[in-house]
């Protein structure tokens, strides 16, 4: 029998970005209320449909350039200026998650360091930073006295295993450094872990498990006063992407 596309069901397939950075000492997600139906003048993860001619890492990269400015880079290389590490997250499929039509979602996973304020873009009517703790306990975010709604679509389960994916990731990984400048003090550092994980970290620790593990973080040779008092020693991120052993994360 000759293959004939007709027989199937027809579906879309979008991309939705959990762009996660450090404010203010804060964890926040990048949330966009939306301007057209379904969920008008609800918030939601930004995304879009994939066009014909792209794959999703292109897809996703389009929106991330659309939504923020960013570029993707490469994260197996030094972080770039003006670049943030992208990574694919999870795939979602509910037949039900998109009132429109059949829709499946590539979530992917954005990290950069402190971003300015997002501009509204696309379909979007306005866009902000968040903590993800009020997203995520309250399944939305209101402003200024507005009913707080849950987000869009199922983009509440999409940001949560996001949070949870850079939350676990950066026990052994250094993803934690996708969060800082190209040069960054170990203070820096330990308090993108103490806003990822939301707890208290002890400074002396701290400093011993990143540096000890060799080329896990590499001296630049400067310093820098940023931080108020003395100098501190300024480092990069070396080419051991594995903290070995592992930082787990306390228990809160």
Request: with cysteine.
């Amino acid at each position: 029998m000759p293959y004939d596309p007709s027989a199937f069901p027809p579906f879309a397939v979008t991309v939705d970005l959990v762009v996660l950075t450090v404010r203010r000492h804060a964890l926040c997600a990048l949330a966009v209320r939306r301007g057209e139906p379904p969920f008008q003048g609800r918030w939601a993860l930004p995304g879009g449909f994939v066009r014909a001619d792209e794959d999703l890492s292109q897809a996703a990269a389009r929106e991330l350039a659309e939504e923020t400015g960013l570029r993707a880079h490469d994260p197996s290389v030094p972080a770039q200026d003006n670049g943030a590490h992208l990574e694919q997250l999870a795939t979602y499929g509910d037949p039900k998650r998109d009132p429109r039509m059949r829709v499946v979602s590539v979530a992917h996973l954005a990290l950069a360091p402190d971003l300015p304020a997002p501009r509204a873009g696309g379909d979007a009517s306005n866009a902000r930073w968040a903590p993800v703790e009020e997203l995520l306990q309250q399944g939305g975010y209101g402003r200024d006295g507005e009913p707080v709604a849950p987000l869009a679509f199922d983009h509440a389960q999409i940001l949560a295993d996001g949070v949870e994916r850079a939350r676990s990731k950066i026990e052994y990984s250094s993803l934690a450094t996708a969060f800082c400048p190209p040069e960054f003090t170990v203070g820096e550092l330990r308090r993108v872990y103490e806003a990822v994980w939301g707890v208290a970290l002890d400074p002396r620790n701290f400093h011993r498990k990143v540096t000890g593990t060799p080329g896990f973080l590499v001296p630049t040779g400067g310093t820098t006063t940023r931080q108020g008092g003395r100098p501190a020693q300024l480092f990069r991120a070396g080419g051991a992407t594995l903290l070995n052993p592992p930082m787990l994360r306390p228990e809160v």
